[in-house]
T-cell receptor
Framework: EAGVAQSPRYKIIEKRQSVAFWCNPI?????LYWYQQILGQGPKLLIQ????????DSQLPKDRFSAERLKGVDSTLKIQPAKLEDSAVYLC????????????FGPGTRLTVL | KNQVEQSPQSLIILEGKNCTLQ??????????LRWYKQDTGRGPVSLTI?????NTKSNGRYTATLDADTKQSSLHITASQLSDSASYIC?????????????FGAGTILRVKS
């Protein structure tokens, strides 16, 4: 079974530039999550999708971050414009549903903002 | 406030030795507690999942325990190997929250030396 795919793996940009990350979840997984993991900390949920609908985006900085999952499969996360404090690893995860189910994580995209 | 605290922050042990990592949480009520292993540059991978009614779960050389009364969990690694070097993250899912909203600890960084 293929895992969660993410691209790119690494990205270096200057502050005020824009960047986009892509995620393809495990086939058949209805729930998709984007997390931000700052060095030395645990992941923080940015947004959760159930199929193509947003379930929770309470911690997404909506003035600069946006995400979509138009066809209920793959998803993109965008930052525009980026700030220095956005430097982090962005993890995508997917699960079959909600409740006591396992989330499967992708390898992450490491973003460095200079 | 729902929090998960892990100790120690980091740990160095010799190959072949055992070690125990600790997790204290304030999340209440909760539906399950998970331990993840995160290799450098990779996404977290689930080791164990325990519901609130379980008090131990094993996965090979990894054994997790849960004391819901004291709100403590531990992860015991037996006969450590170099490949066990990673960050170990304790994660708690509050019950009553819609959509599997996880509360992550900051992780314990384990380094196994030869």
């Amino acid at each position: 079974e293929a895992g969660v795919a993410q691209s790119p793996r690494y990205k270096i940009i200057e502050k005020r530039q824009s960047v986009a990350f892509w995620c393809n979840p495990i086939s058949g997984h209805a729930t998709l999550y984007w997390y931000q993991q700052i060095l030395g900390q645990g992941p923080k949920l940015l947004i959760q999708f159930q199929n193509n609908g947003v379930v929770d985006d309470s911690q997404l900085p909506k003035d600069r971050f946006s995400a979509e999952r138009l066809k209920g499969v793959d998803s993109t996360l965008k930052i525009q414009p980026a700030k220095l404090e956005d430097s982090a690893v962005y993890l995508c995860a997917s699960s079959l549903g909600t409740g006591v189910v396992e989330q499967f994580f992708g390898p992450g995209t490491r973003l460095t903002v200079l | 406030k729902n929090q998960v605290e892990q100790s120690p922050q980091s740990l160095i042990i010799l190959e072949g030795k055992n070690c125990t990592l600790q997790c204290n949480y304030t999340v209440s009520p909760f539906s399950n507690l998970r331990w993840y292993k995160q290799d450098t540059g990779r996404g977290p991978v689930s080791l164990t999942i325990m519901t609130f009614s379980e008090n131990t779960k094993s996965n090979g050389r990894y054994t997790a325990t849960l004391d819901a009364d004291t709100k403590q969990s531990s992860l015991h690694i037996t006969a450590s190997q170099l490949s066990d070097s990673a960050s170990y993250i304790c994660v708690v899912t509050p019950s009553g929250e819609y959509g599997n909203k996880l509360v992550f600890g900051a992780g314990t960084i384990l380094r196994v030396k030869s």
